[in-house]
């Protein structure tokens, strides 16, 4: 048998064996031709935001519903109003609630306002209920935009929670360098015991110490108290005992308090050495209308009280002007200027984001806040989420013409230089 013909008796047997016709091998090959689906590239326009979007306000205390409401307020028309001008199909509302000044209660009201659907949140003011709604704000993607917490312990990066006023840290340098230049050496320490006064504690400590200042006293109280005969007693031992030993001109007296403050020197001002000190404080009481009312000798002693100033820009004398107005005539503090300044950062970052989501919203606000500028002056936050920098100023009380008390201007600080410009000469 030649070689072609056992090639095909081969392939016939091994056809038959699996069953496929030898001529499948010897016919030419078929083009099979299948039909495959053509893939379009469409571009899906995202829904633009519609309808109602709330924004959070959660008031720290009683008090600042009159305050920071006003200012609240104020800025949500604006914002109503310029969002009718893009042409947007969009209505920002505020959903208000007041923590009474307690931690536990900021933490209820904050829960019930997520629950009924809010996303963004501006406040509270205080950093003691600021560190008791984080943990649920960061677990359930809620911006909370504060208007006034300053603790150094909630500057925490990449977190939800954001805050306009600079940290303690900051402005206890500027306030550690005030008080070494009035001559004060020895600083005896009075804190609320929260979240607050504890990171002032520290950093006044940290920054005091660093120019070779020492703290020789601290007296640290619960916040729920309202009487202080044994703590101004004690305080007073202490401001004695240093007098005698270092001379009283070396002597000072920082205090880190809020409203009960004038409850704690009214108890103070029993005590001659306590009347004659030199104190310093921050804006937790500095510039306190109830102080001057209730105490109207307090002028008797020598306050420094550093709080955060305020650009007095053209967009700020038109909040002010709207304030003045709706709160019978009270000037707005910076804090208030805050509140303002915040419910406009989350309307714009809400509509920079293109969505109610509040890890979208987190995400917007850095670049947000660097471009704008309003009412308290330009709010770029840091690597923390907190406000970059902001310049001082020292509140005193005096007599004025008519012989009552009231808070005067008696230094600036400016950030950028580190300098310190005394207006009213202290140490005369």
């Given at each position: 048998m030649e070689r072609g013909t056992l090639l095909v008796a081969v392939v016939f047997i091994v056809g038959l064996v699996i069953g496929v016709p030898v001529g499948y091998f010897l016919m030419p090959a078929k083009t099979v031709e299948v039909e495959v689906p053509k893939v379009v590239e469409k571009e899906v326009p995202v829904p633009a935001l519609s309808g109602t979007i709330p924004i959070g306000v959660l008031y720290a205390a009683t008090g600042h519903i009159d305050t920071a409401g006003v200012?609240?307020?104020?800025?949500?028309?604006?914002v109503n109003e310029y969002v009718k001008t893009l042409g947007l199909d969009v209505e920002f509302v505020l959903v208000e609630e007041c923590s009474e000044g307690q931690a536990t209660i900021a933490l209820e009201k904050f829960q019930s306002m997520v629950?009924?659907?809010?996303?963004?949140?501006?406040?509270?003011?205080?950093?003691?209920q600021c560190k008791a709604i984080k943990d649920y704000a960061d677990e359930h993607h809620i911006v909370v935009f504060s208007d006034g917490s300053t603790s150094p312990v909630l500057a925490i990066a990449d977190d939800y929670i954001f805050r306009l006023p600079v940290t303690d840290a900051t402005q206890s340098k500027a306030l550690a360098q005030a008080i070494w230049e009035t001559g004060v050496r020895h600083l005896v320490v009075v804190q609320r015991a929260d979240a607050w006064g504890d990171g002032c504690y520290e950093t006044i400590k940290e920054s005091f110490e660093a120019l070779g200042g020492s703290i020789d006293g601290h007296i640290r109280y619960d916040t729920e108290k309202?009487?202080?005969?044994?703590?101004?007693?004690?305080?007073?031992?202490?401001?004695?005992?240093?007098?005698?030993?270092?001379g009283k001109e070396t002597v000072g007296i920082g205090a880190w308090s809020f409203g009960e403050f004038t409850a704690f020197y009214s108890a103070c001002k029993e005590y001659p050495a306590l009347v004659d000190a030199l104190w310093f404080g921050s804006d937790g009481y500095g510039r306190s209308t109830t102080l001057i009312e209730e105490v109207p000798e307090c002028y008797k002693t020598r306050f420094l009280c550093m709080i955060m100033g305020t650009i007095k820009s053209s967009r700020y004398k038109a909040f002010e002007e709207k304030f003045v107005e709706r709160s019978g005539g009270r000037l707005p503090s910076t804090y208030n200027t805050h509140m303002y300044d915040i419910i406009w950062l989350l309307a714009k970052a809400i509509l920079e984001a293109g969505v109610y989501d509040g890890a979208a919203v987190k995400e917007a606000i850095p670049i947000v806040a660097e471009q704008y500028f309003g009412a308290c002056g330009w709010t770029k936050l840091n690597e923390y989420g907190d406000r970059a920098e902001s310049n001082y100023e020292l509140y005193t009380i005096e007599l004025n013409a008519a012989g009552q008390p009231e808070w005067v201007l008696a230094a600036t600080f400016d950030s950028a230089t580190g300098k310190l410009t005394w207006i009213i000469p202290i140490m005369d």
């Open positions: 200012a609240a307020h104020i800025a949500i028309e604006e629950a009924r659907g809010v996303k963004v949140v501006a406040g509270p003011n205080w950093s003691s309202t009487e202080f005969s044994a703590e101004a007693a004690t305080l007073n031992d202490i401001i004695v005992s240093l007098n005698e030993k270092y």
